[in-house]
């Protein structure tokens, strides 16, 4: 169990340092030509780490219809608005913002799927929302207005938390490892060529070329977004989605982090503050709290 937290807590960090690396990369290449790219490359090292594992095989069609389903949400916008967004905004808000990911998620399974909710997860998204407001309606100026960036990071949250619901809908019927490398390869077609529409050309992806610039692709996609996305589904298997769920929490402080450290970007008290209140109501909000709770009862009770 140690070997599988451990495990979840280097993905957490390359995650969180992630978001600087998109920042990065969104700078030097146009943000949809970069994504498709990037993952690409992600799909293919997933097929064949699947392929090596002894878990791949071709979708059946109507398999190939939920994957379509699933990517356009999951893959194709999610990604999308990302790198359009990070492009238009800091890299600190951009991390906070994400970091909102489980909460929204918890929110469109309970108005999609009409699940119960209690008042203590109310309380957490009620504080998730304030910590988001505060990261992007205040500064070290002072208020300020929203940028496009932030809203646009915001609607990639969204749509990730949608496709998430559409997956526990349509319930796959393959390995999940196996899923997430079709659905990134068939995205990343997809992004590429709606990419060709508004900006026609592959010139900028000759900026990879730098070795800086093409560490800094390589870490993003093979590292954060390859083996991130495989580990992560494999600790959910292991230790129960509540408990990864709680390490989420540790994504957002290692993209602060990383914008202070990578970006030079300033860290104000207002983003100390947003990002309180919005790990504060995601661990509350995905019922971290009350599984906490209902094991210690449990074990008290056993004593």
Same mark, same amino acid.
């Given at each position: 169990m140690v070997r599988i937290y451990i495990l979840l807590l280097?993905?957490?960090?390359?995650?969180?340092?992630?978001?600087? !690396?998109?920042?990065?990369?969104?700078?030097?290449?146009d943000p949809m030509l970069l994504t498709s790219f990037r993952i690409m490359t992600a799909g293919i090292i997933v097929l064949i780490v699947c392929y090596f594992m002894g878990i791949f095989r071709l979708p059946f069609k109507?398999?190939?219809?939920v994957i379509f389903y699933i990517s356009i949400f999951n893959v194709i916008l999610h990604h999308s608005l990302v790198a359009i967004g990070l492009e238009r905004t800091s890299g600190i808000n951009g991390g906070l913002i994400l970091g909102m990911?489980?909460?929204?998620?918890?929110?469109?399974?309970?108005?999609?799927?009409?699940?119960?909710?209690?008042?203590?997860?109310?309380?957490?998204?009620?504080? &998730?929302?304030?910590?988001?407001?505060?990261?992007?309606?205040t500064g070290a100026d002072g208020l300020a207005s929203v940028s496009l960036g932030d809203f646009i990071v915001f609607l990639a949250v969204v749509v990730q938390g949608f496709s998430f619901v559409l997956i526990s809908k349509l319930k796959p019927t393959?390995?999940?490892?196996? !899923?997430?490398?079709?659905?990134?390869?068939?995205?990343?077609?997809?992004?590429?060529l709606f990419g060709q529409i508004f900006n026609p050309g592959i010139q900028e992806v000759t900026s990879l070329f730098d070795w800086k610039l093409g560490s800094v692709f390589l870490f993003s996609a093979v590292l954060a977004s390859a083996f991130g996305h495989m580990t992560y589904n494999y600790a959910i298997k292991?230790?129960?989605?509540?408990?990864?769920?709680?390490?989420?929490?540790?994504?957002?402080?290692?993209?602060?982090?990383?914008?202070?450290?990578?970006?030079?970007?300033?860290?104000?008290?207002?983003?100390?503050? &947003?990002?309180?209140?919005?790990?504060?109501?995601v661990f509350i909000?995905? &019922?971290?709290?009350?599984?906490?709770?209902l094991r210690r009862g449990k074990e008290h009770i056993g004593r």
């Amino acid at each position: 169990m140690v070997r599988i937290y451990i495990l979840l807590l280097l993905v957490m960090v390359m995650w969180g340092f992630n978001v600087s !690396a998109l920042k990065v990369l969104v700078d030097a290449i146009d943000p949809m030509l970069l994504t498709s790219f990037r993952i690409m490359t992600a799909g293919i090292i997933v097929l064949i780490v699947c392929y090596f594992m002894g878990i791949f095989r071709l979708p059946f069609k109507h398999e190939w219809l939920v994957i379509f389903y699933i990517s356009i949400f999951n893959v194709i916008l999610h990604h999308s608005l990302v790198a359009i967004g990070l492009e238009r905004t800091s890299g600190i808000n951009g991390g906070l913002i994400l970091g909102m990911m489980p909460l929204v998620t918890v929110m469109m399974a309970l108005i999609i799927l009409r699940e119960r909710i209690s008042w203590i997860r109310i309380s957490g998204f009620i504080l &998730g929302f304030i910590g988001v407001v505060v990261t992007t309606l205040t500064g070290a100026d002072g208020l300020a207005s929203v940028s496009l960036g932030d809203f646009i990071v915001f609607l990639a949250v969204v749509v990730q938390g949608f496709s998430f619901v559409l997956i526990s809908k349509l319930k796959p019927t393959f390995d999940p490892r196996l !899923a997430t490398g079709y659905m990134l390869v068939l995205g990343a077609v997809f992004i590429f060529l709606f990419g060709q529409i508004f900006n026609p050309g592959i010139q900028e992806v000759t900026s990879l070329f730098d070795w800086k610039l093409g560490s800094v692709f390589l870490f993003s996609a093979v590292l954060a977004s390859a083996f991130g996305h495989m580990t992560y589904n494999y600790a959910i298997k292991k230790v129960g989605p509540a408990e990864s769920a709680i390490f989420i929490n540790l994504n957002t402080l290692f993209a602060i982090i990383g914008a202070s450290v990578f970006l030079n970007e300033i860290i104000t008290k207002y983003h100390v503050v &947003g990002f309180i209140l919005i790990l504060s109501g995601v661990f509350i909000g995905t &019922g971290a709290v009350e599984y906490v709770l209902l094991r210690r009862g449990k074990e008290h009770i056993g004593r």
